[in-house]
């Protein structure tokens, strides 16, 4: 359905079943053709399956299917644009490492987003770099619609120093 489930009711016996979409048959021929498999990763060919252990009444929403229509518009990530000087991190806080800093009037593309959306998971094409921005530092070009807000690295535990020996005095002992 419409909702990616799949549901089994009818069915005579309960067990393995293989799911199927067939690009080539009627009617996926002309809601898909042309365009290729994306998910599960390694489809090659015209036909996806995937495997269920299944019986009556079962309702599957773990299986899917991603398709790339051939045609379709790439939708170019929203652009940031510094609005002043800025450290790009390991992770969204300051509690992670510098990566590099980006200058004022640099414009990078926005991959994700932190879940308190004060982070952004850059790209800085001039240097090949991907690291996070804090969103306070700049401004964008368009809405974060179609960008997943990503789980980031766990943040950095502090580190312990060990005390130092206390030094001994040579004047010290007994009499």
Known sequence: ??????????????????????????????????????????????????????????ILSDKDFGWDYQFLPVAAAPAFTLEKNAFCRKGPGINYLETTAVPLGETVDVLGVSPDGAWYYVLWSKFTVRCWVAESTGRLSSA????????????????????????????????
Request: hydrophobic share 40%.
């Open 1 to 58: 359905n419409a909702l990616g489930q799949y549901q089994f009711d009818g069915i005579l016996a309960f067990g393995s079943y293989c799911l199927a979409v067939r690009a080539l048959d009627p009617p996926n021929d002309s809601i898909l053709i042309p365009g290729q498999w994306t998910f599960p990763p390694g489809l090659i060919g015209a036909d996806a399956f995937a495997n269920a252990t299944v019986e009556s009444g079962t």
């Open 144 to 175: 974060l619609l179609t960008i997943p807000v990503l789980t980031p690295v766990p943040t950095p535990l502090p580190t312990t120093v060990p005390p130092s020996p206390v030094p001994t005095s040579p004047t010290q002992g007994t009499q």
